[in-house]
């Protein structure tokens, strides 16, 4: 068995191939491409032979670009550190896969002009769609995109781009929340939330979140963003009496850290007196006192049914924009369970 370096592999060419089986190029390049079947079964091994002893490799994205097929998808995220964006490309990296793609990602880490340069370069490599979870800063850029490949948006609506959207259905994922905590006794609410920036998930979910409160008359609701002020405001919100006991809401992962981490701050014995939900379902929740109860997004199925939409479009379906909201699942866990929380009276 032969056995090369990868520079060695590289200056190995097609016509090299042709030589050492002592057949044309042209065969060679129906050996490795899809028309095998036209040759006959000793030109093939012959071809066969001459790419083991001299380790070539096609070009795969060259034979890509002449085709006009290069196989690749490209996924644009707003922050490749937040655990639901690296679950969301986990899922959609496995769909790429399976259907022979591969995925190309740039992460924008929230800025628009890196968002600006990605898309550029995501252009620059011939992707043939684009899967888009990021704020759309450059809404021109995207729609100049979108008329040359399909598009499909994850969590984040950009109004200036009408195409397939996968996401949470965030409304139906707070009425979960809010009516846990109420049938478990809690009667005061602080919603915790990144800052919203333009971000329609987090709008949605605040949103959402006021309404059902106007809805429950038992319940009283406020909203705080995450920040420098966090600690301060839920010492406020512990030190100042209300219609009962009292439970933080954090509207995603991000939001739960930074809580979770300004109550050990504040010695608030967890989760003895405050409760907490939190939507997204993280690796560290059960760690967390008695377990932190969640509402885990399917992100796995977001993922995989982000690819889906963009590879029936790659196929040809232009019915309409149409939107795609899965529902969360409810993980009880120590932190909605009232123990030694004082209860107050509906």
Not at 203 to 227: C, D
Request: net charge negative.
């Amino acid at each position: 068995m032969n056995t090369f370096s990868a520079a060695q592999r590289s200056r190995v060419t097609m016509l090299d191939v042709a030589e050492r089986a002592g057949v044309s190029k042209a065969s060679v390049s129906r050996f490795i491409g899809e028309d095998r079947a036209l040759l006959s079964d000793a030109i093939a091994l012959r071809i066969e032979q001459a790419i083991s002893e001299l380790g070539y490799r096609p070009n795969q994205m060259a034979r890509g670009l002449k085709r006009g097929r290069t196989r690749l998808i490209g996924m644009l995220v707003a922050d490749i550190r937040n655990p639901y964006s690296i679950a969301v490309m986990h899922g959609v990296e496995t769909a790429c896969r399976q259907h022979g793609y591969s995925l190309v990602v740039c992460n924008t880490d929230r800025d628009d002009e890196q968002e600006r340069q990605h898309l550029a370069a995501l252009r620059s490599y011939n992707i043939e769609g684009l899967i888009v979870n990021t704020l759309g800063r450059h809404p021109d850029q995207l729609r100049e995109l979108h008329r040359e490949m399909p598009m499909v948006l994850v969590d984040r609506k950009v109004e200036q781009l009408h195409s397939d959207l996968v996401g949470l259905d965030n409304s139906a994922a707070v009425h979960t929340a809010l009516a846990h905590l109420e049938e478990q006794g809690y009667r005061d609410v602080l919603m915790v939330s990144e800052p919203y920036d333009g971000t329609s998930s987090r709008i949605e979910r605040v949103s959402s979140f006021t309404s059902e409160i106007i809805q429950r008359p038992t319940l009283h609701g406020a909203v705080v963003e995450t920040g420098a002020e966090l600690t301060a405001r839920l010492q406020a919100f512990l030190a100042t009496p209300g219609p009962g006991a009292k439970a933080l809401f954090c509207a995603n992962g991000i939001a739960a850290l930074a809580a979770t981490t300004a109550l050990r701050e504040l010695g608030c014995r967890l989760f003895e007196e405050i409760g907490l939900i939190a939507l997204d379902d993280l690796d560290w929740y059960p760690l967390v006192g008695s377990g932190i109860t969640a509402l885990a997004q399917p992100t796995e199925a977001i993922g995989a049914s982000a690819f889906d939409c963009l590879l029936k479009r790659l196929r040809g379906d232009d019915g309409p924009v149409r939107t795609l909201d899965f529902a969360a699942q409810l993980m009880v866990r120590g932190s909605t369970q009232l123990k030694s929380v004082q209860q107050h009276p509906s």
